[in-house]
Nanobody, 121 residues
Framework: QVQVVESGGDLVQPGGSLRLSCAAS????????MRWYRQAPGKQRELVAA???????NYADSVKGRFTISRDNAKNTVYLQMSNLKPEDTAVYYC???????????????WGQGTQVTVSS
């Protein structure tokens, strides 16, 4: 079974920066799209950023220009660099990844448990 673990969440002041990491382990043949989601209290989970195996990325309008998603395929890791953080960025951030466990297996989506980001003065 593939395991996905997020780390890096913390309490930061508005305007601060934080880098989240998402490391995958287990039986992995190939990673495809990797994504960051977030869920604020009382709100639906929303897509924050996504990155393809080729490195193409896209972002939610609310984070464009402030967040950067990247990946290191050799380390089975995806990152989210968060800058100029705002109180409205407060949420649990989740990583997911579309992963093949074998060459002939279909890709499946795996989720991490989430990491808390709190932006407050």
């Amino acid at each position: 079974q593939v395991q996905v673990v997020e780390s890096g969440g913390d309490l930061v002041q508005p305007g601060g920066s934080l880098r989240l990491s998402c490391a995958a382990s287990g039986s992995i043949f190939r990673f495809h799209v990797m994504r960051w989601y977030r869920q604020a209290p009382g709100k639906q989970r929303e897509l924050v950023a996504a990155i393809t195996s080729g490195g193409s990325s896209n972002y939610a309008d609310s984070v464009k220009g402030r967040f950067t998603i990247s990946r290191d395929n050799a380390k089975n890791t995806v990152y989210l660099q968060m800058s100029n953080l705002k109180p409205e960025d407060t949420a649990v951030y989740y990583c997911n990844a579309d992963v093949q466990t074998a060459a002939v297996a279909p890709a499946r989506t795996y989720w991490g448990q989430g990491t808390q980001v709190t932006v407050s003065s």
